[in-house]
């Protein structure tokens, strides 16, 4: 069996060299003689007990177990058994001493047998302390695990409600806005012919004013209806488009279809506070899981959209660049600090307000991307602005399509 540490601490180096002479076989011994260097050796060597002096110079044995119990500041000694060494007059120090932390004493003169026993129940109870710590920090890691896969689930789960959600409205709505809007047409021609009808009745000139006012305002509330209802029928189209949500299978995609229904739903959030600039390349159809690739584009349109307090703008680029797609979402935010810069990937990492923010936009995003065998690339400069890239193989490899099938995220 691999041979234990102990720290032997000592103003006095006889003293040391009589626990050196009794323990030398059975132990690796590091020595210490003050408070101070007690305190370094700790931390450097990593005992699995301490034999401590409580009478010293400059910093006393009451005041090392206190110190080495700040666990903040000494991470590997809060466990460390310590055992305190002192005179028999010292009564009063002993009881302070195991106040302070520590956990055996043993009187000077000591006895070998005494101090072998003692060492032994104290190394036991070190070696119990780490395990209980040890099975602690990986019940901590389990639960921190257990709390962020519950997270992605609830996450996922919403969204394929919202998803279903958006999909009944849009299939409801699609009906009733398709006839509005062919009827209106219709509706219209009508009024025009009744108005030439009515330019040849033989009325007074005073009823002719009246049909020709009434005529004028018609024209005008049918005017603004077909407009009012043409808007519904693209936000409905942009709902139908984005709650493909649950649409399984890879399909060739219009990118520039998926971001057109995305800004259709995000529109209110930018009204006239944000520009929006649009530069679409020449792209083919891209292959992919369409109501994912929208969950991309909506998160990191809403993120723009998000980092722009009061005026700015967002570019939206696409190109095509070898055998990938290329889309970038530029915006005049706040941007991303350089700390903040390596985190913002991370599950449930956000710079915003209870309630506001989950944190699991990026995170999320990057996933698909990952499984769709491309990347998100982000630059960004505090005050001026971010840009993230997404970067997307035309045609998904085969092995990509399949782990995505198997672990897809919603
Ligand atoms: N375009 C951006 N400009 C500035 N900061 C950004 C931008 N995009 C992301 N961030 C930073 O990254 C953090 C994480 O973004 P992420 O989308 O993962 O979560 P969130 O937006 O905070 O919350 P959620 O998307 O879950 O509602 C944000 O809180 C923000 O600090
Ligand atoms: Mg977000």
Not at 124 to 142: M, S, T
Not at 145 to 172: F, P, Y
Request: glycine share 8%; net charge negative.
């Amino acid at each position: 069996m691999e041979k234990q540490t102990i720290l032997i601490v000592d103003d006095i180096a006889m003293n040391l060299d009589l626990l050196e002479q009794e323990l030398w076989d059975d132990y690796i011994l590091v020595r210490a003689e003050n408070g101070e260097q007690a305190l370094q050796q700790a931390d450097l060597c990593e005992p699995d007990c301490i034999l401590l002096d409580v009478t010293m110079p400059g910093m006393g044995g009451l005041e090392v177990v206190k110190k080495l119990r700040e666990s903040e500041k000494h991470l590997a000694t809060p466990y460390t058994p310590v055992i305190l060494v002192t005179a028999l007059s010292e009564m009063s120090d002993q009881v302070r001493g195991l106040a302070a932390g520590a956990d055996d004493y043993i009187t000077k003169p000591w006895e070998p047998e005494d101090l072998h026993a003692r060492l032994k129940v104290a190394l036991r109870i070190g070696e119990l302390q780490k395990a209980l710590a040890r099975e602690r920090d990986e019940l901590q890691q389990a639960l921190s695990n257990l709390q962020a896969t519950q997270a992605q689930l609830l996450h996922s789960e919403k969204m394929a409600a919202l998803g279903k959600l958006v999909a009944g409205i849009a299939h409801e709505l699609n009906n009733p806005i398709g006839f509005i809007y062919a009827n209106m047409d219709h509706f219209s021609r009508y009024v025009g012919e009744l108005q030439a009808v009515c330019e040849h009745a033989s009325v007074g000139p005073e009823q002719k004013g009246r049909a020709e006012r009434a005529f004028q305002t018609l024209n005008r509330l049918i005017e603004s209806c077909t407009n009012g209802a043409q808007r519904i029928k693209q936000i409905v189209l942009g709902l139908r488009t984005f709650s493909r949500l649950d649409e399984a299978e890879v399909k060739a995609v219009d990118v520039h279809e998926g971001i057109e229904s995305t800004i259709t739903l995000l529109a209110h959030q930018m009204k006239d506070r944000i520009t929006l600039h649009k530069t679409y390349g020449d792209l083919p159809l891209v292959e992919c899981y369409a109501g994912q690739l929208n969950q991309v584009l909506m998160n990191l349109l809403t993120n723009a959209i998000d980092a722009i307090e009061g005026q700015g703008d967002v570019y939206i680029t696409t190109q095509i660049d070898g055998e990938t797609v290329q889309i970038a979402i530029r915006d005049t935010g706040i941007g991303i600090s350089e700390e903040n810069l390596q985190k913002i990937f991370d599950p449930f990492f956000t710079t915003k307000d209870v309630g506001k923010g989950t944190g699991l936009g990026l995170s999320i995003s990057y996933g698909i991307v990952q499984k769709h065998g491309g990347e998100i690339r982000v630059e960004s400069a505090q005050g001026e602005g971010t840009t993230f890239t997404v970067v997307l193989p035309l045609r998904m490899s085969v092995e990509a399509g399949e782990d995505a099938e198997g672990d897809r995220v919603e």
